[in-house]
T-cell receptor, first 113, second 117 residues
Framework: AQSVAQPEDQVNVAEGNPLTVKCTYS??????LFWYVQYPNRGLQFLLK??????LVKGSYGFEAEFNKSQTSFHLKKPSALVSDSALYFC???????????FGDGTTLTVKP | DGGITQSPKYLFRKEGQNVTLSCEQN?????MYWYRQDPGQGLRLIYY???????QKGDIAEGYSVSREKKESFPLTVTSAQKNPTAFYLC????????????????FGEGSWLTVV
């Protein structure tokens, strides 16, 4: 079985400060890991993914995420937050042995000016 | 433009009524999915289809039905058996649902709101 956890329902940061949105996962095989962003009343937009290779993955809008196998984590980061980054963020995992992905419950990021 | 189109954006259902949500994609993707989103509960998989004329139940299929007669279309019917259908419904697709293909990114439509009145 596969699972993913986003331990924080809400993350608040000031504009210009670095941000981190946490994600941990559990899989039986090797993980494929994804981050998506959702703005109000919209669908999810793909940000980045980890398949293999370099543990630091760079994605859209200046976001990046670091795969840490020993800690089974895939935290989303950005060096300098923007007010426009305020949204709901989802982490997802797919076990290489699974036919479908599992999504976390989401973390609401609020960036204050 | 390539993408996934869901319609209608807002739909109201009366008690005992079946309603159908449309999902069309022009990405030439083999796999398509339906998710339900409730506040604070993330996304839950209703049904998915890896190829035309084939589909599988997800985690919460009861009270829903689907068809996949064409590659580009995957409509979802919310039946009267679904007792709590009020939610945001998301259709999605990926190049293939084949588990052996690494890192298939799932792409989403803009969603449809269903409300029981």
């Amino acid at each position: 079985a596969q699972s993913v956890a986003q331990p924080e329902d809400q993350v608040n940061v000031a504009e210009g400060n670095p941000l981190t949105v946490k994600c941990t996962y559990s899989v039986s095989g090797n993980p494929y890991l994804f981050w998506y962003v959702q703005y109000p009343n919209r669908g999810l937009q793909f940000l980045l993914k980890y398949i293999t290779g370099d543990n630091l993955v760079k994605g859209s809008y200046g976001f990046e995420a670091e795969f840490n196998k020993s800690q089974t984590s895939f935290h989303l980061k950005k060096p300098s937050a923007l007010v426009s980054d305020s949204a709901l963020y989802f982490c997802a995992v797919r076990d290489t042995n699974a036919g479908k992905s599992t999504f976390g419950d989401g973390t609401t990021l609020t960036v204050k000016p | 433009d390539g993408g996934i189109t869901q319609s209608p954006k807002y739909l109201f259902r009366k008690e005992g009524q079946n309603v159908t949500l449309s999902c069309e994609q022009n990405l030439n993707h083999d796999a398509m999915y339906w998710y339900r989103q409730d506040p604070g509960q993330g996304l839950r998989l209703i049904y998915y289809s890896q190829i035309v004329n084939d589909f599988q139940k997800g985690d919460i299929a009861e009270g829903y039905s689907v068809s996949r007669e064409k590659k580009e279309s995957f409509p979802l019917t919310v039946t009267s058996a679904q007792k709590n259908p009020t939610a945001f419904y998301l259709c999605a697709s990926s190049i293939t649902g084949d588990r052996t293909v690494s890192g298939n990114t799932i792409y989403f439509g803009e969603g449809s709101w269903l409300t029981v009145v």
